[in-house]
């Protein structure tokens, strides 16, 4: 009896370990594929910052291995950022033989949305975002400090803010998630609108440089993508009804 009430747990260990097996490998490939050009892609990722710098002023490095790790560090996060498709396949491979039918229609498209939606939160903040951080912050120097900033540090400051408007754009996601789960409802969150939209400008205040621009460019977004969430949530009925239905 003990060994026939094992063997589904066991059979579990052993798929998820085979699926983070194969993630893991998936980012190692890639890792070892762009570990050449890691200084390039350091380069790519320091230039909307050293494009604004003044005349003669540089990114320095006050480690003698920061020149070599940082750009190392970075590579690891690029093989991440790129190897999400697969790991959240995997993820799904996993997850998806103990779903409903109607579980799996649900929870496919929010799990290519997520992934999507991240990927669109770091290009703003690459494209859009950072070009006015970085020309406020430069512009912003009193007269005879020079600029250097340490090429570490701005890694973990950038880093950072990907991670922030990724996470951030994530909020459609959100509220397809609690109106379906019956927290809450499209109706509910529509009374509550003004509370989130200042919400919305409080966190671009916590998560940005302080500026207007920069806090703005976070938190605009943030509301329409709230308002995007509530429009595509009226398709998600809540599960209880869907139990019930079923």
Known sequence: MSVDTSQPLITHLVELRNRLLKAVIC???VFCALVY????IYTLLANPLTERLPAGATMIATNVVTPFFTPIKLTAV???FLSVPFILYQ???FVAPALYKHEKRLVYPLLVSSTVLFYIGVAFAYYVVFPLIFGFLTSTAPEGVVMATDIN???DFILTIFLAFGICFEVPVAIILLCWSGITTPADLRAKRPYIIVAAFVIGMLLT??????QTL???????????GLLVSRFYT?????????
């Not at 050009?37 to 390039?40: I, V």
């Not at 440089?209 to 920069?214: E, G, N, T, V, Y």
């Not at 809540?238 to 079923?246: F, L, S, T, W």
């Open 27 to 29: 980012v190692l490939v």
């Open 153 to 155: 540090s701005y890694l």
């Open 91 to 93: 993820i799904w491979a």
């Open 238 to 246: 809540p599960k209880e009804n869907e139990e019930a239905a079923g």
């Open 78 to 80: 690029v093989a991440v």
């Open 209 to 214: 440089p302080p500026d207007i621009f920069s």
């Open 218 to 228: 976070l938190a605009v977004p943030m509301w329409l993508l709230f308002e995007i």
């Open 37 to 40: 050009w890691a200084n390039d």
